[in-house]
């Protein structure tokens, strides 16, 4: 009954920066714990980031930390992946995920009770 709908994926060189927005049909977004993965071509879906309901705890793959920041709004009832530094290994499609009533934020994909479609984000060099 939740709906995610992903968006700002695109194309962008080496060294560049996007930025992602998951938004969420649900009046209670302040109810979930929210994460971002992602699944690169011929690869399994992998965790990126995750955040708390109140934004108070969050969580980063190796890969990210130091070039990605998750964020929420929950009055806009809107998650976001600010991506810098883009290296052509992030080429993947981008999906959020919301956890309803975790009791803490997690990197397992089979914790999350809704996702949202994808949004393609390819790094050429």
């Known amino acids: 009954q939740v709906q995610l709908v992903e968006s700002g994926g695109g194309s962008v060189q080496v060294g560049g920066s996007l930025s992602l927005s998951c938004a969420a049909s649900?009046?209670?977004?302040?109810?979930?714990?929210m994460g971002w993965f992602r699944q690169a071509p011929g690869k399994e879906r992998e965790f990126v980031a995750a955040?708390?309901?109140?934004?108070?705890?969050?969580s980063y793959a190796d890969f990210a930390k130091g070039r990605f920041t998750i964020s929420r709004d929950n009055a806009k009832a809107t998650l976001y992946l600010q991506m810098n530094s883009l290296k052509p290994e992030d080429t993947a499609v981008y999906y959020c995920?919301?956890?309803?009533?975790?009791?803490?934020?997690?990197?397992?994909?089979?914790?999350?009770?809704?996702w949202g479609q994808g949004t393609q984000v390819t790094v050429s060099s």
């Open positions: 649900t009046r209670t977004f302040g109810r979930y714990d």
């Open positions: 955040i708390s309901r109140g934004s108070t705890t969050t």
């Open positions: 995920a919301a956890d309803f009533m975790a009791v803490a934020i997690t990197r397992a994909a089979g914790e999350y009770d809704y």
